[in-house]
């Protein structure tokens, strides 16, 4: 049972496709206050609650002990310390005295004190007074999932290529450095994809523009190596270069269509490109035209892109410049002390990101001005729509891959996400694995997160182990930042190691499409915790480092640095498969906990009793996968 409550005038997402009838405000159920313009519900925490939720955001699978904030952020550090990522998704359910969801469709700030400040207490700030919030009754915290996926829309469905391996770096500068990567993956034979296209491609850092010089004859490139069975995915950044003389930009401008100021003036901010202007995707008019834009691209024979720094990510204003540069000249030949050294430290530190940048910035909704801040959560979210609500009308569904940096519910329903700039670190495979039932719960199925770690250095062992759980995930996409050490499959020692694992997950994409394709189908969830399955069992209901895949399987990824293996926790009889190529060790293991030995070069996986689950047999790229032939595992 889902019941909506509204405060005041909310702003009109569009997370919600299904028409509710509302109730007051006054009637909601939990202890709840409106003072100051501000919203604050709590409700009681029992020692064995769990609280589920929040899609992409740090921390575990249990979302309790932490405070956590609803503001699309461009911060590179995923530290426990965080409570903000990229996205928006602002989706709970508590299991244990009570199981309910809740769903606060509201674009601005929201504060998740989940235990935090009092340990027995959840306490949740709306940062406004229009809102509505959905209370989700069901029996169980799947069908709650279920019921809250009802009422936001069907998910994304990619077309099937997107579920084979991808290689992506910041930057393959050149068609010479693509080349490299394919014919390094083809002698290797390592299978591939798609390859993917950083900033670096386009001219001097301008959405819509290929820098040919690097790509000569890019339509024809595109093509040739489409017929090498490899999809180039390029970068779209949301800020558009303010350049005279650059089409897409002298569009925008003489349309009206960036963000403005509260004088009506354009607002600019700095990004890769030097100063931008900001398309004010909230205008279905302006989306419709950034949309179009992607013709330039698909037109050349793209099929598939990647939104990014569509938080939107401001490195500076130049007004934010100006004031740091002054002080700084100010300050020239003074001798500083503590609080001076620091606050010039400040001023330039603090220029990225900052709240009175986004403070400055208007969209134009319905005629009206309407400040970025009451609207924040939505911008990436937008952007991705303006692209989903064009390749939907052009090409129809499952035809264009996508995924977005930032996001809000609802923006599920036209792309994936993926998860961000997360680092060379251990401790990220686990972040990886505790997000996917999260997202899962927001709509959000296709996903992964930068497998080998996007910042510093990895390892050859961190790559292969952030590999084995990439097989899983629907997006599997090795990335790296600029300046890191290389980490594509290839570059290690003993490259079969990594042919292994990778061609374990061609083998697998008959069972994970179809697993997918059933979630997305019955708004169900592809990855659960443990406890989702097995409420009375105390031991699963505390596992943050397994999770359970589709109807038949679980996975436990080795996720520690030089362990042969992992303790793995059955909460029933279950078979313990070892994939690693084209070998495939089965063993029958009891319920209860076991050690279990994966080598590098191998995927562990998990299958219940009585259940089985197809295999093909691997190839070089999905369109040679052999969908018919298949082999019955379990
Ligand atoms: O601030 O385009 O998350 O995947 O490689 C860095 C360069 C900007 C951030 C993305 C990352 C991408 C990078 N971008």
């Not at 997950?505 to 592809?526: H, V």
């Amino acid at each position: 049972m889902i019941t909506k409550f509204t405060s005041g005038k909310p702003f009109d997402t569009g997370a919600v496709t299904a028409a509710f009838p509302s109730k007051a405000i006054a009637d909601f159920p939990f202890e709840h206050a409106l003072a100051d313009g501000k919203f604050r519900l709590s409700f009681p925490l029992e020692q064995s609650d769990i609280l589920y939720g929040l899609g992409e955001a740090p921390r575990g699978i249990n979302k309790r002990g932490w405070v956590y904030e609803s503001w699309c952020s461009d911060d590179p550090f995923h530290t426990e310390t965080k409570q903000s990522l990229y996205a928006a998704h602002n989706f709970i359910l508590l299991s244990g005295s009570q199981t309910f969801g809740l769903f606060i469709d509201f674009p601005a700030r929201i504060r998740w004190d989940l235990g935090y400040t009092v340990q027995s207490l959840a306490e949740i700030t709306v940062d406004g007074a229009d809102f509505d919030i959905y209370l989700i009754k069901a029996e169980t915290p799947r069908e709650i999932a279920r019921a809250f996926r009802e009422i936001i829309g069907k998910s994304y469905i990619p077309p099937l290529w997107a579920f084979g391996y991808q290689q992506s770096r910041w930057s393959y500068h050149n068609a010479e450095a693509v080349d490299n990567v394919v014919k390094s993956y083809d002698e290797a034979q390592i299978p591939l994809d798609c390859v993917y296209l950083d900033i670096d491609y386009m001219e001097r850092y301008k959405d819509f523009t290929v820098n040919e010089e690097a790509f000569p004859d890019f339509q024809n490139y595109v093509q040739k190596k489409r017929e090498q069975g490899i999809h180039l995915i390029p970068i779209i950044d949301a800020g558009v270069k303010k350049e005279d003389g650059y089409r897409v930009y002298e569009e925008g401008r003489a349309k009206g269509y960036f963000c403005k100021t509260a004088d009506g003036s354009q607002f600019e901010a700095g990004v890769w490109p030097g100063v931008c202007a900001f398309p004010d995707f909230l205008n279905p008019e302006v989306r419709q035209w950034f949309g179009r834009q992607y013709k330039f691209l698909t037109d050349m024979g793209i099929d598939g892109f990647w939104n990014d720094m569509n938080e939107p990510a401001l490195f500076y204003s130049v007004e934010g410049l100006n004031k740091a540069l002054d002080k700084a000249a100010d300050l020239r030949g003074e001798n500083l002390d503590l609080s001076g050294f620091f606050g010039l430290k400040d001023a330039f530190m603090g220029l990225s990101n900052a709240h009175e940048d986004y403070a400055r910035i208007y969209h134009t909704v319905d005629g009206k001005q309407m400040n970025h801040l009451r609207v924040h959560n939505l911008y990436g979210a937008s952007m991705t729509k303006a692209a989903g609500e064009y390749f939907e009308s052009e090409f129809g569904r499952e035809k264009i891959l996508m995924f977005s940096r930032a996001s809000y519910i609802g923006a599920h329903r036209s792309s994936g996400i993926w998860f961000g700039d997360n680092h060379s670190w251990w401790s990220h495979i686990l972040l990886d694995l505790k997000m996917l039932p999260a997202a899962n719960m927001c709509g959000f199925l296709y996903c992964g997160a930068d497998l080998g770690g996007f910042n510093e250095n990895a390892t050859r062992d961190l790559v292969l182990r952030f590999l084995a759980l990439g097989v899983f995930t629907p997006l599997m996409r090795n990335h790296a930042a600029l300046g890191t050490r290389d980490q594509e499959a290839y570059r290690f020692e003993n490259p079969q190691d990594f042919r292994d694992v990778i061609q374990v997950r061609y083998r697998l994409i008959p069972y994970l499409y179809q697993t997918f394709r059933k979630a997305s189908d019955e708004n169900d969830l592809m990855f659960r915790p443990l406890s989702f399955d097995y409420p009375g069992d105390n031991i699963a209901r505390e596992c943050e480092t397994q999770l359970m895949l589709g109807e038949e399987c679980m996975i436990a990824p080795v996720y520690e640095q030089n362990a042969a293996g992992r303790t793995v926790y059955l909460p029933e009889d279950m078979t313990f498969v070892k994939l690693s190529g084209d070998r495939v060790e089965t063993q029958p293991l009891a319920k209860g906990l076991h050690y279990v030995g994966v080598a590098l070069n191998e995927v562990p996986l998990f299958i219940k009793k009585g259940k089985k689950i197809p295999l093909c047999r691997p190839a070089m790229r999905t369109r040679d996968l052999d969908l018919e032939q298949l082999e019955y595992i379990g």
